[in-house]
T-cell receptor
């Protein structure tokens, strides 16, 4: 059973370009979470999705950032018109289906390191 | 404001020694507390998870304690190994429907030979 997969592992974008980060959850998992980790800082929650639904996007910046988890395929975190401050590691985590979300284990992917030049 | 603090910020110990990492939180309502290990360049990996009624939980050489009254937790590492060098993150879950996980900044542990 493969773990959570993220690609690319490293992404370099110039200011103003778009960045697309992909996350494939563990098999059987239907919950996906995205986190951002700035250098020397802790992880910050961004968004929580289930298949075809955004459940909680309270941690996502209102502009330029969007996320989706389509019925088929990986979850995508999209950052439009990137700026230097977007440089960070972006981690995806998945958990199995269930009502009590906080009681389930989250399994993290290896992260995508975004560098904006 | 829901917040998780960890101390020390960084720690250096010699291989074979024990160490204890601290976590204080002001999170309400409380659901559970987890400790994660994050190797450099990797995603966090869960070590322990404790609910309100649990005082201690062990995972090999890792032992976590929880005092829900004082809102403190500790992670004790016994007989440290070089592979224990990593960041250790305390995460507290909020028992409501919203942003459910509050992450601490982590303690950076370096184990030297």
């Amino acid at each position: 059973n493969a773990g959570v997969m993220q690609n690319p592992r490293h992404l370099v974008r110039r200011r103003g370009q778009e960045a697309r980060l992909r996350c494939s959850p563990m098999k059987g998992h239907s919950h996906v979470y995205w986190y951002r980790q700035l250098p020397e800082e802790g992880l910050k929650f961004m968004v929580y999705l289930q298949k075809e639904n955004i459940i909680d996007e309270s941690g996502m910046p209102k502009e330029r950032f969007s996320a989706e988890f389509p019925k088929e395929g990986p979850s995508i975190l999209r950052i439009q018109q990137v700026v230097r401050g977007d440089s960070a590691a972006y981690f995806c985590a998945s958990s199995p289906p269930g009502l009590a979300r906080t009681d389930y284990e989250q399994y993290f992917g290896p992260g995508t390191r975004l560098t904006v030049t | 404001k829901n917040q998780v603090e960890q101390s020390p910020q960084s720690l250096i110990i010699l291989e074979g020694k024990n160490c204890t990492l601290q976590c204080n939180y002001t999170v309400s309502p409380f659901s559970n507390l987890r400790w994660y290990k994050q190797d450099t360049g990797r995603g966090p990996v869960s070590l322990t998870i404790m609910t309100f009624s649990e005082n201690t939980k062990s995972n090999g050489r890792y032992t976590a304690t929880l005092d829900a009254d004082t809102k403190q937790s500790s992670l004790h590492i016994t007989a440290s190994q070089l592979s224990d060098s990593a960041s250790y993150i305390c995460v507290v879950s909020v028992n409501n429907y919203g942003q459910n996980f509050v992450f601490g900044p982590g303690t950076r542990l370096s184990v030297l030979p």
